[in-house]
């Protein structure tokens, strides 16, 4: 799955430009609307409650950083939210023990009041009986059970607690995990979906081999009404079944009288009712208004990681490979769509018609099967073996050219650098008007946003960037997740990692003009700064709950997973052995599941030089812990020493993990610093190392192009050196090399290994840059500290940075074009210093947008922005009352996706407060803004001063309807959490955060993404109090 969708929080640390799909196609209905000015719908009258809001936390906070000088309301404000916190404690805690299903009824009791005799003698007998308990516990080498004291090394089974069943039955298994004694072998699903009532029935034949002995069968089910169970076993007589249901772990049991024996086959057939589901997930209702306005609606499924179980009764993890056989039943103005092709049509008595699909030709998940029943249009092509199309609404038929002929193109690709053909006869990509996640990989029927699919003509290489990217992704994963699965969800970085790092990988052969480098390059960074807080995971990591199942898909997974294989795909002798490996790897477990060892040994056992390196024991040391390590460099004479330590980032100033890291370490020097072939290589697998150089040697640069997961300080002398020989010759280190520096400068500085002095004379040196990456992550870090000082309120500091930042970059900003341009690098980097410059109201940037946008306006469709703009013009525009309004009218009536998210961004980047309230309770309710655009509404609002403290209050207050639209751990909420807590900076604020998220108890409060949340604030806090001087001193 691609679950970052383009603007995720993840992706909003980024350079905007780089990620952001930004299109503008000429859609006659769009801008005759535009023009017309009476097609605009009118600003939707307020609510008066949500004028007169005002949020707690903004009191808070404007009254300069308010810890100290709380006034009475501002108490009553926080002491309300202890309040709040206790009540919820007290509810959760009673609803606990009313509706515990692991409770157990105890005897109804008559009370009487005992005698003094009774009680003497209860007393003494409660002291004797404490007495030999404690005599009896003290028994050297005692273990105290049910049965009483258990012998040392002698395993005698733990009774389990069963919990109960909805029907109070005893359900028959009391773990997350399913009992591996029965496998299912095949499924055969009929689906009859109504949207009209949003209802479906379906029936499910499912044929399973028992493994082992066992008295009952277990497996998923959730929100389904089972009307009908039968089962049969071997050649026996159909009998009907009772089926228990246990909701909390969402699963469905089958119990028996007798033991069903190893060896045997049976077959489980249930009909059942539900509804589609009004969420992202399972079977889900969708709907959208065709280009005559008309709502239309569909249904379409997203089952990973969880929720196959939503849609029809199976076991639903990853390791339960299965056949499947999907029916549909549909109304004859619909289609229907699955992961294999149609086999036939049947006409139905009653008007429908049924359609079949084949027997799926591989074994695979239950996540990765998916359904789709709408009116959709294609746009086919056959590569090789395969038909691959394209579908969309029928009106956006025409930006899906760009699309088939990307998947065609990498479709070629993968099935000859895997060596292995795409399993399937067809692969349909499908762009789904409302869909959460960026993309899915179900098989052969992959899913999309429409922005992450569909193109027009005219749009820009940026644009295309976008697609091609996620279409590369998840591509791969036809083989990496999809032919090869991990077997549970602690490796998920074997499906994510590596689609993540394919996708890089692919797309710099394919299309090399798409000059992804700079993107996967920027991506690097961010997954070093998450991965350097101590609430971070090891990539491979233990998984218990349905919370860290949803979890696992963060940027650790994702882009640290990928971060590690580039890593050792560089350190590899050769060029074809990572890629010999991974053959190795995909034919030696097609059809079945593995884990993180399984990769490390096939890359192992895979010789294609004479130096052999044992993979496997360099590689655990990046995937079973946390974190990575900072390399610090030292001198002397000919004598290079490295040491190494955790990159942690701590309030406390100390480090203290032993971890160790197996590190590739690669280095260049003054006088060999640009092509590949200057890179030499160390590796450092102990506390430090010791090479010799030349001591004419001026000056190094460790992690060549920054190919490696490690951050290096160069000391003092290193630095130094560094700085002098770029500010003679910036180009003396290749584009990714500074970019790197700055990086790390800006990181080593967030440690408190350096001053923000140092950070500032590293840019000195290069003032003279006008490269992409270098530029975009400096710009990026600029700005996280701008929007830190801005939200504190340190007026004065905020307007000499600004002029610093304007100084800087001042004449590159004035040298960028308002022009279409063709070079994405050249987009990326243009976009990175509009924004900036337009979003401290630097005159000459805003008068450009300001013009743009009325000329746009008045065109009548003949004038189109260049795609990487539009955002810097929908954003200055939305600025002025009468343009947010015409922008607004606007967004109601553009159809293409891409270029409405850009307008939503504008809209959301408004400083008025009514607007700000009006925005978020659209997005939360999903009529005039759909809800898979609140995590984006969101991060927007978040950048604006008045907008993060109204954010961070209207998710407390909603947080229940949060979490019933995203699930509890999944990204869209670690998105929300982020973007609304990463800017606070004050003890004030940490305090309210902790005590919101405590509060919440088990409805969120155990998620990974708050202590990150709790780390950034306090972490913020420390660079503050330690860099606020520095600051007013220098700037
Ligand atoms: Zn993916």
Redesign the pocket.
């Known amino acids: 799955?691609?679950v970052f969708d383009g603007n995720s929080s993840e992706h909003a640390n980024l350079p905007r430009n780089m990620i952001e799909n930004s299109m503008f196609e000429e859609e006659p209905d769009v801008v005759d609307l535009a023009k017309d000015s009476t097609a605009f719908p009118t600003f939707p009258a307020l609510d008066p409650d949500e004028v007169a809001y005002e949020p707690c936390s903004s009191r808070l906070l404007v009254r300069g950083l308010g810890e100290n000088d709380m006034d009475e309301d501002e108490e009553d404000c926080e002491s309300s939210a202890r309040l709040l916190g206790m009540s919820f404690m007290n509810r959760s805690s009673a609803h606990r023990s009313a509706s515990s299903p692991f409770s157990r009824q105890s005897p109804p009791r008559t009370c009487s009041r005992p005698s003094a005799r009774t009680m003497v003698v209860c007393v003494l007998f409660l002291v004797i009986v404490a007495s030999m308990t404690m005599v009896l516990y003290f028994l050297p080498g005692c273990n105290f059970t049910r049965t009483g004291c258990r012998k040392p090394n002698k395993t005698t089974p733990i009774e389990s607690v069963y919990p109960l069943s909805t029907n109070g039955e005893l359900f028959p298994w009391a773990q997350l995990r399913l009992p591996l004694s029965i496998r299912p072998l095949s499924y055969d699903l009929t689906l009859n979906p109504d949207l009209d009532y949003m209802t479906f029935t379906g029936r499910i034949v499912i044929n399973m081999a028992v493994l082992h002995n066992r008295k009952c069968i277990v497996l998923h089910g959730s929100n389904l009404n089972i009307t009908k169970a039968t089962f049969k076993l071997g050649d026996g007589q159909v009998h009907d079944v009772t089926v228990l249901e246990f909701k909390p772990k969402q699963q469905l049991a089958v119990k028996f009288s007798e033991e069903l024996k190893a060896g045997q086959h049976c077959v489980l057939t249930l009909d059942y009712s539900a509804k589609l589901s009004h969420t992202y997930d399972g079977f889900y209702n969708s709907s959208y208004s065709d280009k005559d306005g008309n709502k239309r609606v569909l249904a379409a499924t997203q089952f990973e990681p969880l929720s196959a179980r939503k849609a029809f009764p199976c076991f639903d993890e990853p390791a339960f490979k299965a056949t499947f056989l999907i029916k549909i039943i549909r109304k004859p103005n619909y289609m229907a769509l699955s992961n294999m092709p149609k086999a036939n049509s049947t006409p139905l008595h009653n008007g429908l018609v049924q359609d079949e699909f084949e027997k799926t030709s591989v074994n695979m998940s239950t996540y990765l099967l998916a359904f789709i029943v709408a009116n959709f249009a294609p746009n086919s092509k056959n590569v090789s073996e395969t038909v691959v199309s394209v579908y969309s609404v029928p009106e956006k038929k025409e930006h899906t050219y760009y699309a088939l002929d990307t998947a065609s193109k990498l479709l070629k690709f993968y099935n000859e650098f895997f060596e292995i053909d795409y399993p399937l006869k067809k692969l349909d990509l499908v762009a789904i008007p409302d869909f959460l996640a960026g993309a899915m990989?179900n098989w052969g029927l992959i899913t999309f946003r429409e922005t992450t699919l569909l193109v027009g003509k005219q749009s820009s290489p940026l644009e295309k960037q976008v697609v091609a990217s996620v279409i590369a992704?998840e591509l791969a994963?036809q083989w990496f997740g999809n032919l090869v699965t991990m077997r549970w969800w602690n490796d998920l970085w074997l499906?994510?990692g590596f689609?993540t790092y394919m996708q890089y990988m692919s797309l710099q052969t394919v299309l090399p003009k798409l000059d992804i480098g700079n993107l996967f390059l920027a991506v690097r960074f961010r997954a070093l700064d998450k991965d350097a807080l101590n609430s971070s995971h090891a990539v491979s990591t233990e998984v218990n709950t349905a919370e860290q199942v949803e979890e696992m898909f963060d940027s650790v997974s994702y882009e640290k997973g990928a971060s590690i294989l580039l890593m050792l795909n560089t350190s590899l002798p050769g060029d074809q052995q990572f890629r010999k490996g991974i053959i190795q790897y995909l034919k030696q477990f097609s059809g079945s599941n593995t884990d993180t060892d399984d990769l490390w040994n096939s890359l192992t056992q895979v010789k294609v030089s004479t130096q052999h390196q044992n993979i496997s024991e360099m590689m655990s040391s990046w995937t079973s812990q946390k974190g990575f390590p900072l390399v610090t460099i030292s001198r002397k004479g000919d004598q290079v020493n490295l040491t190494q330590e955790h990159f942690l980032l701590t309030t406390d100033n100390a480090t203290h993990t032993s971890s160790l890291w197996n590190i590739p370490v690669t280095y260049v020097n003054d006088s060999c610093s640009l092509a590949p072939e200057c890179r030499q290589v160390f590796t450092l697998n102990t506390k430090s190392g010791t090479f010799k150089l030349p001591e004419s040697v001026k000056w190094l640069k460790l992690n060549y192009r920054n190919t490696g997961f490690y951050i290096v300080h160069y000391g003092d002398e290193g630095w130094a050196a560094l700085k002098d020989a770029l500010s003679k010759n910036i180009s003396v280190l290749t584009n990714d090399d500074r970019a790197s520096l700055i990086h790390n400068i800006f990181a080593l500085s967030r440690l408190g290994r350096v001053s923000f002095d140092q950070v500032l004379n590293v840019l000195k040196c290069m003032s003279k840059e006008t490269e992409t990456s270098p530029v975009t992550e400096a710009l990026l870090q600029l700005n996280r500290i701008y929007g830190l000082l801005d939200k504190r309120q340190e007026t004065n500091i905020v307007s000499r940075m600004k002029k610093y930042i304007l100084a800087h970059f001042g004449s590159l900003m004035n040298k960028q074009t308002w022009e279409e341009e063709d070079s994405v690098s050249k987009q990326e980097l243009r976009s990175a210093l509009l924004q900036t410059a337009c979003s401290l109201a630097e005159e000459n940037c805003t008068q450009q947008a300001k013009s743009l946008f009325k000329t746009y306006v008045e065109s009548n469709g003949t004038f189109r922005i260049p795609g990487d703009l539009q955002q810097v013009v929908f954003t200055v525009a939305a600025q002025s009352d009468e343009d947010w309004s015409t922008l607004l009218s606007m967004y109601h009536y553009v159809t293409y996706d891409a270029e409405k998210r850009k307008m939503l961004q504008g809209l959301a980047s408004t400083q008025d407060t009514r607007r700000l309230v009006w925005i978020l309770n659209a997005g939360l309710k999903g009529d005039h803004i759909q809800t898979q655009e609140l995590p984006l509404v969101i991060s927007t609002v978040c950048n604006g001063f008045a907008g993060y403290l109204f954010a961070w209050d209207f998710i407390q207050e909603n947080w229940d309807r949060l979490i019933e639209k995203f699930p509890v751990g999944s990204f869209a909420i670690q998105s929300i959490i982020k973007s609304a807590t990463s800017q606070f900076s004050t003890q004030a604020h940490l305090d309210q955060v902790q005590a919101f998220f405590f509060s919440l108890k088990e409805r969120g409060s155990q998620m990974r993404s708050v202590q990150e949340a709790l780390e950034t604030i306090r972490l913020n806090q420390r660079w503050m109090d330690r860099n606020l001087s520095t600051l007013r001193n220098w700037l």
């Open positions: 799955m691609d990989e992704h994963h499906n994510e689609a």
